[in-house]
């Protein structure tokens, strides 16, 4: 079975700042894809980004991009020129993409993330 | 697109009573999930539909919780005999389940279940 680990329960980050939230997570399958997922407070959780695991390109979207480095099995995910509307519960997830499974996700704890004025 | 939408968004029960959560999907997708999320860890899988079939069920599913998704277009969850420690967040999420596997999850925002 799979699982992913977001080892930091909390973050801080100053408005304009840059933020970097770690996640690894364990497979024995060589196709899947990751995902970082955002839950504000009260609200839904919405995607930020993807991978798939056959790109060695890291993925990017506007200010959030990956560092996705399939040999280590890390997934980190960087928040540039950090602001106030970024606060969230950041959850790490991965899905397999071996054919005949599921597609449910596997998420890790989460990491809180504080953007301060 | 309205996005997904769950109903109710609150539910308070005693012990012991049974509560029925719906999730309306993204009207074109075919793929229905539900999550449960307890405070401070991550969703985790129950089910999954691919249009009316309910193709996976997780472990974590036990025999008081009952989905359906009659025509594949809403589902409904059922938990019958709540016990408190089944007191959580209950998420659905849709997607457009394609051959390439690139589908995206979008999720709904969530019932939060308390059970006294």
């Known amino acids: 079975a799979q699982t992913v680990t977001q080892s930091q329960p909390e973050m801080s980050v100053q408005e304009a700042e840059t933020v970097t939230l770690s996640c690894t997570y364990d497979?024995?399958?060589?196709?899947?894809?990751l995902f970082w997922y955002k839950q504000p407070p009260s609200r839904q959780m919405i995607l930020v980004i993807r991978q798939e695991a056959y790109k060695q390109q890291n993925a990017t979207e506007n200010r959030f991009s990956v560092n996705f480095q399939k040999a280590a099995k890390s997934f980190s995910l960087k928040i540039s020129d950090s602001q106030l509307g970024d606060a969230a519960m950041y959850f790490c997830?991965?899905?397999?993409?071996?054919?005949?499974?599921?597609?449910?996700?596997?998420f890790g704890t989460g990491t809180r993330l504080q953007v301060t004025l | 697109d309205t996005g997904v939408s769950q109903d109710p968004r609150h539910k308070i029960t005693k012990r012991g009573q049974n509560v029925t959560f719906r999730c309306d999907p993204i009207s074109e997708h075919n793929r229905l999930y539900w999550y449960r999320q307890t405070l401070g860890q991550g969703p985790e899988f129950l089910t999954y539909?691919?249009?009316?079939?309910?193709?996976?069920k997780s472990r974590l599913l036990s025999d008081r919780f009952s989905a359906e998704r009659p025509k594949g277009s809403f589902s409904t969850l059922e938990i019958q005999r709540t016990e408190q420690g089944d007191s959580a967040m209950y998420l659905c999420a849709s997607s457009l389940g394609t051959s390439d596997r690139k589908e995206t999850q979008y999720f709904g925002p969530g019932t939060r279940l308390l059970v006294l």
């Open positions: 539909f691919q249009n009316e079939a309910q193709l996976e």
């Open positions: 997830a991965y899905r397999s993409a071996v054919t005949g499974t599921a597609s449910k996700l596997t």
């Open positions: 497979t024995s399958e060589s196709d899947y894809y």
